[in-house]
């Protein structure tokens, strides 16, 4: 049922809703709360704590008064219980006067201060007693709410919600042994108590079985890959000769970069299906292996799909393709976001009948209107943005194609096991030769000049720079267009130029173009920069208020540059001065190893504080929490592992 039929959600309600994710009556309820507040304890005003957060039921002892002070509006009120008298007011909201009536009893909960004598709440949140009690004397969820919606109205809406549908909305997709075995509550149980938890340990019970359910597809979606893949014959090639395109690229292959294609070659000619996982650092060269597989799958008559997790970088790896195959003979097309319509269609037409040997693209390569000649090989780049099941749905449109994914991002070993059980794995353990340490420095906003000036200095030797601004979605316009226009300001002779999520594709796509063609000396973007891209000549990477990234994604951030044989240098700027950041900052500065990094980085979220699975090539979950939930990724593997059904059943299940 999709949400415009609930009652209250007009358009507009229904456009913030559908941008959160929110399309159909299921996502509503599905969509968890981040945080709740335990409010269950009502206290009476001689318990009240001072200088903290209480809950209080009361009768409304006077009318409401609102007085109107010189600089501001005070809304008062007073209620009482049998212990005494508490004093409520508001400022600036003349307009809630007329919500409390003289006799009601309401409940609220808000900060309580002495002022003076008088015991004092201000701003609370209320609520009539006597209907159905949702924002005080009970746990009560917090959302990530979406836009126009306050926590009040949201949880009002999925509470409704929850009456009209939970019944026929929160089937049950784990069977009843299965529960019986793991101990686990019935859907709509853990559903309803996720949102509104009856207690505590209703809610603990909820978790529990909604974080199995989330972790237990995912194994069984994984577990079925690997199967499929362990039983499966594959397409063996024959012609493995490719020094055709060895020799068409500008340098030779490190020998990790040999070995690992090494590997490659005798998954094509093994006769089985290749499921294989390259991973190595930002810069190893992963694309120069990819290329070289692809040119195999070509030489021997077969298609092979590129999908990547961003135009800009699809644009990246078409334009290299076609400059490699297209003298040797091969058709490259491109399939995006930015591809016109009518270049769509030709795509298209070439992608079916045959013609086009090399597809590059991103999910779009995974829509339904894309169907292959004879697809042989199946290559995703950047695989931690990507799900499982995307993935999968790439390999689904050839018959049995080989697949490799490649992957900057290390992750622990356990993890890893569990996440990519199913590939095979080869490491491209180290950089092209003549790279140079890329130098680190972390200082304060106080050096902005100075860093000005080292821009400069840089462009005067015609290498090129990034800064990237943190941005929150809402602002990032704003914030990258000003610092564009500051920075140019300052730096009037230079070509500056800003590249932000809300620029449409092709704008994109020329601003990098611009780039590359050393046209534009330095870019100001958010991290829409931060996969894959290549550009060579740049050497200076600045980033902005720079502990508002993990260290991961710094890592790939500075490896922006130190991609050609200059000198290169990563600056980042903070003024954040807490343990965490300062730890952070020292890493990034002593180390320029992936694998060092990420381990720092699992062990200050180990410590709480997280930044996101993305980073880590882990798969967004609802509800699970990796770091937090082993154990029970560790009982959903075994079920997962014991667990029989057919593949229709499978198909029919959302994972991932
Ligand atoms: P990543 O592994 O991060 O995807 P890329 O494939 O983008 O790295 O390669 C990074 C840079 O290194 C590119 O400019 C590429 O041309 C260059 N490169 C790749 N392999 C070699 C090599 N064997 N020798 C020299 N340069 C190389
Ligand atoms: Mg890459």
Redo the contacts with the bound molecule.
């Keep these: 049922m999709d949400i415009t039929n609930l009652k209250g959600v007009g358009a507009k309600r229904a456009h913030a809703l559908q941008s959160a994710g929110i399309f159909k009556v299921e996502d509503l309820l599905n969509y968890f709360p981040r945080d709740y507040d335990d409010r269950s304890k009502v206290k009476t005003v001689v318990e009240l704590m001072p200088e903290s957060i209480n809950t209080i039921r009361g009768v409304i002892a006077h009318d409401p008064e609102s007085v109107n002070l010189k600089r501001y509006n005070i809304t008062r009120i007073k209620i009482k219980d049998h212990t005494g008298l508490l004093e409520i007011i508001w400022f600036n909201q003349p307009y809630l006067k007329k919500n409390f009536i003289k006799g009601s009893e309401y409940i609220f909960t808000g900060k309580v201060r002495q002022n003076g004598p008088t015991l004092q709440m201000q701003a609370p949140d209320y609520e009539l007693v006597g209907e159905t009690q949702l924002t005080g004397g009970r746990i009560v969820p917090m959302y990530t709410t979406p836009k126009g919606y306050s926590q009040k109205t949201f949880r009002a809406l999925i509470y409704k919600t929850l009456e009209l549908c939970a019944k026929n909305l929160t089937q049950e997709n784990l069977s009843e042994e299965l529960r019986k075995k793991y101990g686990l509550c019935n859907r709509e149980y853990a559903v309803r108590n996720i949102h509104f938890p009856e207690s505590d340990e209703a809610f603990l019970t909820a978790r529990r079985r909604l974080v199995f359910e989330e972790l237990f597809f995912m194994q069984i979606a994984l577990l079925e890959i690997k199967n499929t893949v362990a039983e499966q014959e594959g397409i063996a090639l024959e012609e493995t000769d490719y020094t055709q395109i060895l020799d068409k690229?500008?340098?030779?292959?490190?020998n990790a970069?040999a070995a690992t294609l090494d590997d490659i070659k005798n998954d094509f000619t093994s006769g089985r299906r290749m499921n294989r996982l390259i991973q190595?650092?930002?810069?190893?060269?992963?694309?120069?292996?990819?290329f070289c597989a692809a040119y195999l799958a070509a030489k021997n008559g077969f298609q092979t799909a590129i999908m990547a997790p961003t135009d800009v970088l699809a644009s990246q790896h078409f334009a290299h393709c076609v400059e490699l195959f297209v003298p040797l003979g091969y058709e490259a097309v491109l399939l995006t976001g930015s591809v016109g319509t009518k270049a769509r269609r030709e795509a298209l037409a070439k992608i079916r009948d045959g013609t086009a040997d090399i597809i590059i693209g991103t999910h779009a390569l995974i829509q339904k209107g894309v169907s292959y000649h004879n697809l042989g090989l199946c290559i995703t780049?950047e695989q931690h943005r990507f799900g499982v099941n995307q993935r999968m749905r790439l390999t689904q449109k050839g018959e049995m194609p080989h697949t490799l994914v490649?992957s900057?991002t290390p992750i622990p070993r356990t993890l890893g096991l569990i996440l990519y059980g199913d590939l095979d794995i080869s490491i491209?353990g180290e950089?092209?030769?003549?790279?140079q340490e890329i130098k680190t420095y972390c200082v304060t906003s106080q050096y902005r000049e100075r860093i000005g000036g080292f821009i400069l200095k840089e462009t005067e030797q015609s290498r090129q720079v990034y800064v990237i601004c943190p941005a929150i979605e809402e602002s990032e316009l704003s914030s990258v267009t000003a610092y564009t226009s500051k920075l140019s300001a300052s730096l009037p002779n230079i070509k500056i130029a800003a590249l932000h999520g809300k620029m449409k594709p092709t704008e994109k796509q020329e601003v990098m173009d611009d780039f590359k063609a050393n046209k534009i000396q330095v870019i100001v973007s958010t991290t829409v920069i931060e996969v894959?891209i290549?550009v060579?000549n740049a050497t200076l990477m600045v980033v902005e208020n720079a502990e508002r990234f993990g260290l991961s994604q710094l890592h790939q951030l500075r490896?922006r540059v130190g991609?050609?044989t200059a000198q290169s240098y990563c600056v980042l700027i903070t003024d954040a001065k807490n343990n965490q950041t300062t730890a952070r900052m020292k890493a990034m500065t002593q180390t320029t190893d992936g694998f060092r990094l990420a381990e720092l980085d699992l062990e200050q979220r180990g410590a709480g504080d997280f930044f996101g699975t993305r980073q880590h090539g882990l798969p967004a979950f609802k509800i699970a929490n990796l770091y937090r939930d082993l154990d029970l990724l560790e009982i959903a593997q075994e079920a997962a592992r014991e667990f029989k059904a057919p593949a229709s059943f499978l198909s029919a299940q959302i994972f991932i």
């Design positions: 690229l500008p340098f030779s292959l490190t970069q190595g650092d930002v810069g190893s060269g992963k694309t120069a292996v990819a780049d490649m900057a491209i950089l092209p030769p003549g790279r894959g290549n060579p490896g991609r050609g």
